[in-house]
């Protein structure tokens, strides 16, 4: 149990309460922990979604899948992430898109009565349960702003500004390969490349394999509504 406390303390849904609080939840209810091996398949998509999930450790991504073997990133679940919090209680219980363990990952369960009994019974649950779904929301409503930016040029200058503006700087650190930006951006990974080339040329910006520098981001903001 002391373990399982330690873990699940950093987990969104648990942030802010004490060891033994935790402790008094678990009692309450019945879970179940599994380990996933890299690559294996946590949730096929169109599976019923039972449960709330808290990813304790590793990464989950959530992919949607095409017959000639492609994929495209939805998103990406790090250690102390939820995911199916927007599911769970919806009338459309079945998953979009396919669940999959990016790396060796283990992943706690909750169904949903019981997380209507935790969220009941401990009010900082609720109010984090309630900020969860916000982020949901924001973050959908920041897909949707990228999904209606048609070409890729105006795609990678998004990426750029949103990434810009999230860590406060005009020196870009990239968190990801440049094949995961593009599988994020919904495009191949060469166009990205070719973009960031073009971009470079037209001296917006500088960029290495770990960094992306903006050099104009006035033309670059004129760029994206060109």
């Known amino acids: 149990m002391e373990e399982i406390v330690k873990t699940i303390k950093k987990n969104q849904l648990f942030i802010g309460l004490s060891d033994e609080s935790i402790k008094n939840v678990l009692k309450e209810i ?3 922990i599994k380990t996933y091996s890299k690559g294996e398949i946590i949730a096929n998509e169109d599976d ?20 000639n073997g492609k994929y495209i990133v939805l998103s990406r679940i790090l250690e102390g992430d939820v995911f199916g919090e927007a599911l769970v ?3 459309a219980k079945t998953y979009p898109a396919t669940v999959i363990a990016l790396s060796e990952c283990t992943v706690l369960f909750i169904n949903k009565n019981d997380v209507l009994k935790i969220c009941s019974h401990e009010e900082k649950i609720l109010e984090n349960f309630i900020s969860l ?11 949707i702003k990228s999904i209606s930016f048609k070409s890729i040029r105006q795609k990678v200058i998004n990426y750029i500004l949103n990434e810009s503006k999230e860590q406060k700087s005009n020196s870009i ?19 990205l490349s070719r973009e960031l080339i073009n971009l470079r040329d ?5 960029f290495n394999r770990k960094k ?12 994206l509504f060109n």
């Open 48 to 67: 019923e979604c039972r449960s709330l999930s808290l990813v304790l450790s590793g990464t989950v991504e959530i992919q949607r899948l095409y017959s």
């Open 89 to 91: 209680f919806s009338k």
């Open 173 to 191: 650190i990239l968190k990801n390969t440049k094949e995961e930006i593009a599988s994020l951006l919904g495009i191949p990974r060469p166009s």
């Open 202 to 206: 037209m001296n917006y910006i500088e």
């Open 212 to 223: 992306i520098t903006i050099l104009d981001i006035e033309s670059l903001e004129e760029e």
């Open 133 to 143: 779904l916000s982020d949901k929301v924001f973050i959908l409503n920041s897909k």
């Open 30 to 32: 019945q879970y179940y």
